[in-house]
């Protein structure tokens, strides 16, 4: 693992790198390209977890990039910084009684986003019996949608499906809105009818602070209309009680670091320094926003956030980077989406491009990638907002291992690909193509339980 430079070498670097461009078609440098990418996922930033003081020095550099970059904080805010609460909810007290017998927790799992729930009698929820040969996960999914109260009696068949749901309840829920819709209590291998029924839960309820940050680069005509460029610098941070490696240079061992270099300290870096070369060109007619999102490893928590803050109708497109630290499948440096029969973005940027250097439609569609990244937090509400990459998905060991680490990334490759970008995009900048909007996802309703 590469250890980082100071922060205030990287912030010098970039001012240096922001006036000596040589190109003639780019305006930012491979060196600082690197630079960015480097410091994002070095040791010091310790995998950048969510809520670790890490993240927030990572969310530091990049808003004074934004600084020196010459970005402007978004209409009404005084900071790049968007910061918001996550709010989490988790099991501490579970008492149950169920015909007058104790239930043993190994066979409880409890849900609900209140600070707790009694229920002194079966008629205080709904009691469902899941049999054998019943759909659990379906039948969940329907409660949960339907909210209040429920009591749900599981027959041993699903004692594997059971120990799922009781892991994730137990892990606690987190919500960017505590709502209290109702609770749900799961019970494993009681067959018998309810006649007494004595349940008390009480819940640990936490509020932590998350931050995105965003800048702009205002339009020069059609500033109402924006194209955003986005990508996550989150990851998933230090993981203790694992496999040590000895630190050659202190002479000692330490926990093991997830540096995230390609996920996704590489988007990071390339979203980075298209703000930099957009802001040096300055002719774009639409607005452009650069936003890094947090907490996209816990479900796209920070695009989630970020999109109720938006007015999605004036989004243009999304271009959201995603791990473009490796080698394409279609050649160094060239990039495929997500979801390219939902809109006709694909078409649209490949206008711009020669035909060897054509982004392609993904490569993977049984990994379902449109939906896990952050372009869907916008997708669904209707904006053409998709992820690009260059990572050969089945063949992609380092994924949320220690190994992916600086070593590991072709920064020729990087390079390649934001400047596809840079290309690419263009037009959409300019006003000059306008893309066709995503049909908005017919059940975007989360469940009121969990």
Request: include cysteine; hydrophobic fraction near 35%.
């Amino acid at each position: 693992m590469r250890k980082s430079l100071p922060i205030l070498s990287f912030i010098a670097a970039a001012t240096l790198s922001a006036c000596s461009s040589t190109q003639s078609e780019l305006h930012f440098e491979r060196s600082q390209l690197e630079q960015d990418i480097s410091y994002l996922a070095s040791d010091d930033l310790k995998g950048r977890k969510s809520f670790s003081p890490e993240i927030d020095i990572a969310a530091d550099y990049i808003a004074e990039r934004f600084t020196r970059i010459g970005l402007e904080p978004m209409a009404g805010a005084n900071s790049f910084k968007q910061q918001f609460e996550l709010h989490s909810v988790t099991p501490k007290n579970v008492a149950v009684s169920l015909n007058n017998q104790a239930v043993d927790t190994s066979k409880l799992a409890v849900v609900s986003q209140s600070s707790g729930f009694t229920w002194l009698q079966p008629s205080d929820a709904t009691i469902t019996h899941i049999a054998a040969d019943m759909d659990l996960r379906a039948t969940l999914r329907e409660l949960n949608h339907l909210g209040g109260n429920h009591l749900v009696i599981v027959d041993n068949a699903h004692e594997e499906m059971f120990s799922r749901y009781q892991n994730y309840f137990n892990a606690g829920l987190t919500k960017l809105e505590l709502k209290d819709q109702g609770a749900m209590v799961l019970i494993l291998g009681q067959n018998e009818a309810v006649s007494a029924l004595d349940v008390k839960v009480e819940n640990e309820l936490k509020s932590q602070r998350l931050t995105n940050v965003i800048g702009v680069l205002p339009g020069k005509k059609k500033d109402s209309e924006v194209v955003l460029f986005s990508a996550h610098y989150d990851h998933l941070g230090q993981k203790k009680g694992e496999q040590h490696e000895h630190d050659e240079e202190h002479g000692d061992e330490h926990d093991t670091i997830y540096n995230g270099a390609n996920d996704n300290a590489s988007g990071t870096g390339a979203m980075l320094n298209l703000a930099q070369h957009y802001a040096h060109l300055a002719d774009n007619e639409r607005t452009l926003m650069f936003a890094a999102f947090t907490a996209e490893e816990m479900g796209l928590i920070g695009s989630k956030h970020f999109a109720t803050t938006q007015n999605p109708d004036a989004i243009t497109a999304m271009i959201n980077i995603e791990m473009i630290g490796k080698p394409s499948p279609f050649g160094s440096g060239n990039l495929w989406m997500t979801g390219a029969d939902k809109s006709d973005l694909q078409a649209v940027l490949n206008q711009s491009l020669p035909e060897e250097n054509h982004i392609q439609a993904n490569p993977y569609p049984k990994l379902n990638l449109f939906y896990r990244s952050d372009n869907a937090s916008l997708a669904s509400m209707g904006v053409p907002a998709h992820s690009f990459s260059s990572t050969d998905m089945e063949n992609n060991d380092h994924y949320h291992t220690p190994n992916d680490e600086l070593a590991n990334l072709d920064f020729d490759s990087i390079y390649k690909s934001v400047t596809l970008l840079a290309k690419a995009s263009a037009p959409l900048a300019r006003a000059q193509f306008t893309p066709s909007r995503v049909a908005p996802l017919k059940d975007q309703s989360e469940g009121k339980i969990y």
